[in-house]
C-alpha cells in the first residue's frame, strides 16, 4: 500500500543543503584563472560621455584589462526587448555598457577586470571619466509634455495599447454613481536575498555561462542573438539561486558583457553585484499612475470599467518591460461582471532604471486599482464592500465565464472563499468593535481592508502568447529517466530558484509512477542537461511544469505497460497499476516497474520494435491560463496621533486548486502577503530631483522582517482548474497580488469617517498623518464656508 | 562594497593604542565595527589605519563603582541589556539598547563605538545625555574627562581628539523613585529612531518633581527639551504634563530626509514625549 504523495506536508529535499551552506550559488563557483570584474557605473540620470580614459586603471597592479563602452561597442550588441506590444512601438538600441550617452543613474560605463575584487575596486577609481550633463526626465506626466527633454531622440512615448469591450460609452452615460480615482503604483526594487552574480568561462571554442538567472533556457537563446556566439558552443546553467521574483527573468547588461570578456580574454570572469550596485540596476518593479473610473447603478451594480494608465518604463525597453503593465489589461475586470470595460496604457520613458516583470508582473497593480475602488463605490453607497462585492461577483454556478475582457475562467467559488474568510476573521464582531472606536473617538481607529482577488498564471498558450507578441512560447518540457536500479531521474526546463520544484515534482513522480518519494531526483537549471525548457516565471512551474512531469510519468508508464504485457504474456489491456507494479487482473501475477525498467536496460528481451530504457520526453502545452483566486481581510489598527499603522489581523482564504505540497503553499503565501503587504507600508524607489537614487541601502529601501508582520491566518478553499488534469492554479504570486489592496483598503477604512479618502502607498506614518491633516483642515474650511 | 586600501593594528595594551592613534593623523579606531564598517564598504571613508581596540582590557566590561555605574567603551549592547548593574542602577541603558538594531548586531556592536560614533539618530547618546554621563578618554596626554552636555558637537563629530580613545562612561546613579522610558519611533524593527524620547522622571507627592528628556534624531546632535523639563517641573500629572510636553520640540532643529520631514518629526517629539513621560512615571 503506497501513500499518496499529492497533498502530504513533505518537507523540502532542497533545504538540507541550503540550510547546512553546502549551496552552488554562482558567487561560491571558481574556475582555474579566474579573473573579477568590476563596473564603474554613471553618477548622472542623464548625459553625454565627452571623455573616458582607463588607461589609469590598467597601469595598476593586479589589472588584466579595462575597458570603456567605446572599446566594447563594435561587438556588444543591443539588450533585447522580446514584447513588443504593438507595431509601432518604438524600442531604442540598448548597449550593454554605454557608449556615448548615459540614461539612468546606475548604467554602466567602463569595466575592470583584475586577479581579484579588491584591486578592481581600487582600479576602478583610477578611472578618468567626463560628462555634458543634459536633462533628467523623471516625471511621467511632464515626460509627455511636447516641450519635455527627451530620453532617447525618437521621444518619450515608448507605445499606447487600448483595449474596449462593450459600449463604454453607454455604461457611462447617466450611470448613478461614476467613482473615480488616481492612484500612484510606487517604484519597487526586487531584492531578492541572493544578489545577482555571473561567471564566464571557454575552452577557445564553447562558452559556458553561470547565472543567477531564472531563466537559463530563455538566456541561451537570447545571449547567442546578442554576442553572436553560435548557440551550440553556448552552455547556460543557473545553479542554486536563491530567488528572483522576477528580477533574474532577464538578459542583463552583465551577463552580457561577461562574456564578451571571456571572449576577449580567454579567462574566465565573474561579477557578483553588491546590495546597492543591485538597487540600481536589479530591474525595478510597478511605476504606473492608474486613472480608474468606475461606474454604477444605485443599487451597486457595476455598469462599467474605464482604465488608463501611464507606465514607466525607465531609460530602455528590457526582456518584457513594454509586456509588464499591459498584463493588467484582461485582470482589472477581476471577478466582476460588467457591461462595458475600456483598458488604456501608455509605456512612458524616463531617466531611471528600465521596469520589468517583478512578482505578480501587472495583476498586483490592476488588482489594487479595481479592488481599492470597489471599496471606495462601496463607501459611495454606504454599503458593506463585502456586500457590494457579492451583487457583482460572478456567481459559482456561472463558471465556465467568460469575463468582459474576453478571458474564460474555468472554475471558482467567491461565495466559499468569502465565507470562511469571514468566519475565521470575525468580521462581524471587527465591524462592532470599529464602531465601537470611532464612537468613542479612540486615538486609535480600526479598519477593515478586503480584497477579493483573481488573477491568471499559467503563461500560456503558446499560440496565444503569439498572438499577443510574446518573444517565446507557453510550453514546458519534461524527461523521465527509470535508471536500471530503479531509481528515477526526473529532467525539468522549469527553472526553479526557491519554489521547491525538486519536492514537489518528486511528489508527481512517485504517485504516477508508484516509486518511493526519496527514490527519485529532479535536474533542472543547465541547458546541456535540461535540453529544452521556458523557465520559471509568472506562477507557470506547477501548472505547466509539472504537468509537462505528470505527462512524461505517464508516457514511462504506458512504454512499461507494454513491457510488463509481454513479460507477462498476456495483452497490456489485461494488466492493471497498482501500487508501482502492473499486475494481471485476477491473478498473483506481476511485475514492479523496477523490474521492468532493468529489464528494459539489459534489453534482453524487448517486444519486436521496442527500445531500450524505460524513459520519455515530452512538452505540455496548456488549453488556458489558470485562474487562482481568494478573499484577504486585514483588520489594521491606526494611530491617529503618529499616523503608526499596525496589522491587528490578516486573514487569507486562497483557492489554488488542487495542491501538491501543503507546506511548499503555506510557505509562497506568507512570501507572497509579505510581499505585498511591504508595497501597502514600505518599500519606495526614491529618485531625487536629479535623478539620483536615494534608497541605494536597506537602511533607506525599507524591507520588513518577520519582527514587523503578523501571524497570518491562512485556510484554503477547493475549485480544481478543469485545465489541466492534476487540477492545480499555481501559487507563487497569489499573496503579493491579493494583499497590497487589503492593507491600504484596512488604512483608509479606518480613517474614512475622519474625512481622509486615500493614501499614498508606502502608507508611512507620516503619509498617514498628513492625509489626516489634510482631511481635518478640509473639514475646518468647509465648515468656515 | 569593497573598502579603499588601510593598515589594521591590534594593541594589547591602551598606551600602545594610543600611541598607534598619535603615530598617523588618517587613523581611525575600530571597536564594533557596526557603524564604521558600512562606511568603509560604501567609500564613504578612506582612513590609512584601523587600530582594532578590540583586545583592550582596561575597555571591557561593566562596573559598579558605587556613586555610579562604569560601562567600558567596548562592553557590547548584549552584554550592557544584560548586565545586572546595568538594569538595577540605569535601567534606562538597558531599556534603549534593547531597541538598538537587531541581536547579530548587539553581539558585536559596543556601547562605547555607538556614543563616539555620535550619529543623532543613534538610541545610545540621547540617552546618556539625559543621565547626564561622564566620557572617560585616553590619550598620549593623559585621562580627560567629558560632561555629556560637551560631547556631541555635531553631526558624527564628538569631542573625542583624534589621537584619543573612549575608555568608558560613567553613569551616575539617580537612586529612588526614578521611573524610566524610551519611546523610540521607527518603521521596521531594525531602522534608526525616526524620533526617539529617553525619558527619565523622578515622582513625588503624585505629581513629577523633575524630568530629564533627551531626544533622538531631532538635530545635528542628540538634544535635552529644556523646555518641557522646566515645564514639568512640578508637574500635576494630567493636563500640566500635556502642556508641559507641548515644549518638546522647542529649540530643536531635526532634519528632512526620506524617512520623515522636520515638521513631522517636531510632531512626533511632542507626542511620543508625552507618552515617554507618562511612561516613565508609571502613569497608563
Known amino acids: 500500500m503506497t501513500i499518496q504523495e499529492i497533498g502530504r506536508p513533505r518537507k523540502r529535499k532542497e533545504d538540507a543543503k541550503l540550510l547546512t551552506g553546502r549551496t552552488q550559488w554562482t558567487d561560491n563557483l571558481a574556475r582555474p584563472g579566474l579573473l573579477h570584474v568590476m563596473f564603474l557605473r554613471s553618477p548622472m540620470a542623464h548625459a553625454r560621455i565627452t571623455r573616458v580614459d582607463v588607461s589609469g586603471a590598467r597601469d595598476l597592479p593586479g589589472v588584466v584589462a579595462a575597458f570603456s563602452g567605446q572599446d566594447l561597442a563594435a561587438e556588444q550588441g543591443s539588450l533585447p ?26 548604467e554602466a560605463v567602463a569595466c575592470v577586470i583584475a586577479t581579484d575584487r579588491y584591486r578592481a575596486a581600487d582600479a576602478l577609481e583610477a578611472i578618468d571619466i567626463e560628462y555634458e550633463q543634459l536633462p533628467a526626465v523623471l516625471d511621467m506626466n511632464e515626460a509627455l509634455a511636447p516641450d519635455s527633454p527627451k530620453v532617447h531622440e525618437s521621444g518619450n512615448q515608448a507605445y499606447s495599447v487600448k483595449i474596449n469591450s462593450g459600449d463604454i460609452e453607454a455604461a457611462f452615460r447617466d450611470a448613478p454613481v461614476v467613482v473615480d480615482r488616481t492612484y500612484i503604483q510606487q517604484r519597487l526594487i526586487p531584492s531578492a536575498m541572493e544578489p545577482r552574480a555571473v561567471l564566464a568561462d571557454t575552452d577557445g571554442e564553447s562558452f559556458t555561462l553561470w547565472s543567477s538567472t531564472q531563466i537559463p533556457h530563455v538566456l541561451r537563446v537570447m545571449l547567442a542573438v546578442v554576442t553572436g556566439i553560435p548557440e551550440h558552443r553556448l552552455r547556460v546553467i543557473a545553479p542554486d539561486v536563491g530567488g528572483g ?52 447603478d444605485a443599487d451597486g451594480r457595476i455598469r462599467g470599467l474605464r482604465v488608463s494608465l501611464l507606465a514607466d518604463m525607465g531609460a530602455y525597453l528590457m526582456l518584457l518591460t513594454p509586456g509588464v ?73 456561472e463558471f465556465p ?29 471587527l465591524r462592532a468593535e470599529q464602531v465601537d472606536r470611532r464612537d468613542r473617538g479612540d486615538p486609535v481607529q480600526l479598519g477593515i481592508g478586503v480584497s477579493t482577488y483573481t488573477e491568471m498564471c499559467g503563461l500560456a498558450p503558446s499560440r496565444w502568447l503569439g498572438e499577443a507578441n510574446f518573444g517565446a512560447g507557453g510550453w514546458e518540457h519534461a524527461s523521465v529517466r527509470m535508471l536500471p536500479t530503479g531509481k528515477v531521474e526526473v529532467i525539468t526546463g522549469s527553472s526553479p530558484h526557491g519554489q521547491g520544484h525538486v519536492t514537489s515534482w518528486s511528489q508527481i513522480a512517485a504517485d504516477a509512477l508508484g516509486v518511493p518519494f526519496d527514490d527519485i531526483t529532479v535536474l533542472h537549471g543547465d541547458t546541456a542537461v535540461a535540453h529544452k525548457g521556458m523557465d520559471t516565471y509568472g506562477s507557470r512551474s506547477l501548472v505547466i511544469g509539472g504537468m509537462a512531469v505528470l505527462k512524461a510519468c505517464d508516457k514511462v508508464k504506458e512504454k512499461a505497460r507494454k513491457l510488463a504485457a509481454h513479460a507477462l504474456e498476456c495483452s497490456p489491456d489485461d494488466l492493471e497499476f497498482e501500487a508501482g507494479a502492473f499486475k494481471v487482473r485476477g ?83 506568507h512570501g507572497g502577503i509579505a510581499q505585498g503587504i511591504a508595497q501597502a507600508l514600505y518599500e519606495e524607489a526614491v529618485y531625487d530631483a536629479d535623478g539620483n537614487l536615494l534608497t541605494t541601502t536597506m537602511a533607506d529601501y525599507l524591507l520588513p522582517s518577520a519582527a514587523d ?68 483642515q478640509g473639514t475646518r474650511e468647509g465648515a468656515g464656508r | 562594497m569593497i573598502p579603499a586600501p588601510f593598515d589594521y593594528v591590534r594593541p594589547d595594551s591602551l598606551a600602545e593604542a594610543c600611541q598607534a592613534l598619535a603615530a598617523d593623523e588618517e587613523a581611525k579606531v575600530l571597536a564594533g565595527g557596526q557603524s564604521l564598517m558600512p562606511l568603509l564598504r560604501l567609500r564613504l571613508a578612506y582612513p590609512s589605519r584601523l587600530v582594532d581596540i578590540g583586545r583592550l582590557p582596561e575597555l571591557k566590561g561593566v562596573h559598579d563603582r558605587g556613586d555610579h555605574v562604569f560601562i567600558g567603551a567596548m562592553a557590547t549592547h548584549d552584554e550592557v541589556m544584560r548586565s545586572h548593574v546595568v538594569n538595577a542602577d540605569c535601567p534606562l541603558i538597558a531599556l534603549a539598547t534593547a531597541t538598538v538594531a537587531d541581536p547579530a548586531i548587539r553581539h558585536r556592536g559596543t556601547f562605547g563605538g555607538s556614543l563616539a560614533h555620535a550619529d543623532p539618530a543613534g538610541d545610545l547618546p540621547a540617552v546618556v545625555l539625559a543621565l547626564e554621563g561622564v566620557f572617560v578618554t585616553r590619550s598620549e596626554q593623559g585621562e580627560r574627562e567629558i560632561p555629556a552636555a560637551e560631547f556631541f558637537v555635531d553631526y558624527l563629530e564628538s569631542a ?21 522610558h524610551y519611546e523610540k519611533f521607527r518603521r521596521t524593527a531594525q531602522a534608526w529612531a525616526i524620533v526617539g524620547v529617553a525619558a527619565a522622571v523622578r515622582r513625588a507627592n503624585g505629581s513629577i518633581a523633575e524630568a530629564r528628556i533627551g531626544l533622538s534624531n531631532m538635530g545635528p546632535t542628540p538634544v535635552r527639551a529644556h523646555a518641557a523639563e522646566a515645564g514639568l517641573r512640578d508637574a500635576e500629572l494630567g493636563d500640566q504634563v500635556r502642556q508641559a510636553c507641548e515644549q518638546a520640540a522647542a529649540d530643536t532643529s531635526p532634519s528632512s530626509d526620506l524617512h520623515a520631514q522636520a515638521d513631522y518629526r517636531r510632531h512626533l517629539a511632542r507626542v511620543l514625549t508625552h507618552r515617554a513621560v507618562r511612561a516613565a512615571a508609571g502613569s497608563p
Not at chain 1, 403 to 415: A, I, R
Not at chain 1, 644 to 651: A, D, L, N, P, T
Not at chain 1, 757 to 762: F, L, S, T
Open chain 1, 245 to 296: 521574483f522576477g528580477s533574474k527573468l532577464q538578459v542583463t547588461a552583465e551577463e552580457v558583457l561577461c562574456l564578451l570578456l571571456t571572449r576577449r580574454l580567454g579567462r574566465p570572469v565573474k561579477w557578483t553585484e553588491s546590495r546597492s550596485e543591485g538597487n540600481l540596476t536589479v530591474h525595478h518593479g510597478r511605476d504606473q499612475i492608474q486613472h480608474v473610473r468606475l461606474a454604477a
Open chain 1, 709 to 776: 508582520l503578523p501571524s497570518f491566518v491562512l485556510d484554503r478553499t477547493e475549485s480544481p482548474a478543469t485545465s489541466n488534469p492534476l487540477g492545480v492554479k499555481g501559487v507563487g504570486e497569489a499573496g503579493t497580488i491579493a494583499s497590497t489592496p487589503a492593507v491600504v483598503n484596512a488604512i483608509v477604512d479606518a480613517l474614512r469617517p475622519l474625512g481622509v479618502r486615500d493614501v499614498q502607498m508606502p502608507c508611512s506614518p507620516e503619509r498617514v498623518w498628513r492625509a489626516l491633516q489634510a482631511a481635518r
Open chain 1, 401 to 429: 465565464y467568460t469575463t468582459v475582457s474576453g478571458l474564460t475562467y474555468d472554475s471558482g467559488n467567491y461565495e466559499a472563499a468569502t465565507e470562511r474568510a469571514m468566519s475565521l476573521f470575525g468580521y462581524d464582531k
Open chain 1, 325 to 397: 503593465p499591459t498584463l493588467g489589461g484582461p485582470m482589472f475586470n477581476a471577478i466582476y461582471k460588467m457591461d462595458a470595460y475600456e483598458f488604456a496604457c501608455t509605456g512612458v520613458f524616463t531617466t531611471k532604471m528600465p521596469t520589468d516583470a517583478y512578482r505578480g508582473a501587472g495583476r498586483p497593480e490592476a488588482t489594487f486599482g479595481i479592488e481599492r475602488t470597489i471599496d471606495e463605490l462601496a463607501a459611495e453607497l454606504g454599503m458593506d464592500p463585502v456586500e457590494l462585492r457579492k451583487r457583482n461577483w460572478i456567481r459559482h454556478e
Open chain 1, 587 to 669: 491473478t498473483d501475477s506481476q511485475k514492479t516497474i523496477q523490474e521492468l525498467a532493468f529489464a528494459a536496460f539489459t534489453a534482453h528481451d524487448l517486444p519486436e520494435g521496442m527500445e531500450p530504457r524505460l524513459d520519455s520526453d515530452v512538452t505540455f502545452d496548456p488549453e488556458n491560463y489558470s485562474f487562482p483566486h481568494g478573499t484577504h481581510l486585514c483588520a489594521m489598527e491606526v494611530d491617529t496621533e503618529t499616523g503608526m499603522v499596525k496589522i491587528r489581523s490578516y486573514v487569507a482564504v486562497d483557492d489554488i486548486g488542487k495542491v501538491i505540497n501543503p507546506l511548499i503553499v503555506e510557505g509562497q503565501l
Open chain 1, 81 to 106: 526587448c522580446a514584447w513588443p506590444v504593438t507595431e509601432d512601438i518604438v524600442i531604442p538600441d540598448h548597449p550593454p555598457m554605454a557608449v556615448s550617452e548615459v540614461r539612468y543613474v546606475g
Open chain 2, 160 to 180: 573625542l581628539r583624534t589621537a584619543e580613545v573612549l575608555v568608558g562612561v560613567k553613569i551616575p546613579k539617580l537612586g529612588p523613585g526614578w521611573g524610566f
